[in-house]
């Protein structure tokens, strides 16, 4: 039971590029969330999904799309990365019961030049 | 719009001490709230989740308790070590269960 896992740990982009990240998990989870955390900001919700095939924003959805093929994985895509979107990823995921806890993958170290 | 504030931001305290972080939150109608530590470069660990109808909860040296018509949690350290050195969080659960969180207290536990 891996829990969340996140790919890639660490990433360097220069402005314009693009990438996806993923995030996995094998708890059989229906919500799953992306968000940032930035030095002075906390943590913040990117975009979120709470079920296969369904997404939805969260606070700060700009410049991120997500897509959830599959219930396993949920992803985020960086079309035009900006410096503003250096930041550490972070994906969790939920059972949706109240008694239950987030569970959270290590991150991802994303660097925009 | 719920706002989650945690004081202080930073805290150094010699091991052994007994310490106290506070966790406020802005709208009282929550149903759990949650204690996460973060250690640096690495992802968030749950230590522990109160439901509304509970006052307090307890984990080894760690215990939380949870004041909802004042809006307040604390979360409490006995004996602290060295290995309790970390970021903590507090988190409060928002609609379709995403989380709300405080900027988090830097802790520092000195040998």
């Known amino acids: 039971n891996a829990g969340v896992t996140q790919t890639p740990k660490f990433r360097v982009l220069k402005t314009g590029q693009s990438m996806t990240l993923l995030c996995a998990q094998d708890?059989?989870?229906?919500?799953m969330y992306w968000y940032r955390q930035d030095p002075g900001m906390g943590l913040r919700l990117i975009h979120y999904s709470v079920g296969e095939g369904t997404t939805a924003k969260g606070e700060v959805p700009d410049g991120y799309n997500v897509s959830r093929l599959k219930k396993q994985n949920f992803l985020l895509g960086l079309e035009s990365a900006a410096p503003s979107q250096t930041s550490v990823y972070f994906c969790?995921?939920?059972?949706?019961?109240?008694?239950?806890?987030?569970?959270f993958g290590p991150g991802t170290r994303l660097t925009v030049l | 719009k719920q706002e989650v504030t945690q004081i202080p931001a930073a805290l150094s305290v010699p091991e052994g001490e007994n310490l106290v972080l506070n966790c406020s939150f802005t709208?009282?109608?929550?149903?759990?709230l949650q204690w996460f530590r973060q250690d640096p470069g690495k992802g968030l660990t749950s230590l522990l989740l109160i439901q509304s109808s509970q006052r307090e909860q307890t984990s080894g040296r760690l215990n939380a308790s949870l004041d909802k018509s004042s809006g307040r949690s604390t979360l409490y350290i006995a004996a602290s070590q060295p290995g309790d050195s970390a970021t903590y969080l507090c988190?409060?659960?928002?609609?379709?269960?995403?989380?709300?969180f405080g900027q988090g207290t830097t802790l520092q536990v000195k040998p």
């Open positions: 969790a995921s939920f059972e949706g019961r109240r008694t239950d806890t987030q569970y």
């Open positions: 708890m059989n989870h229906e919500y």
């Open positions: 988190a409060v659960p928002g609609n379709t269960g995403k989380l709300i």
């Open positions: 709208d009282s109608a929550i149903y759990n």
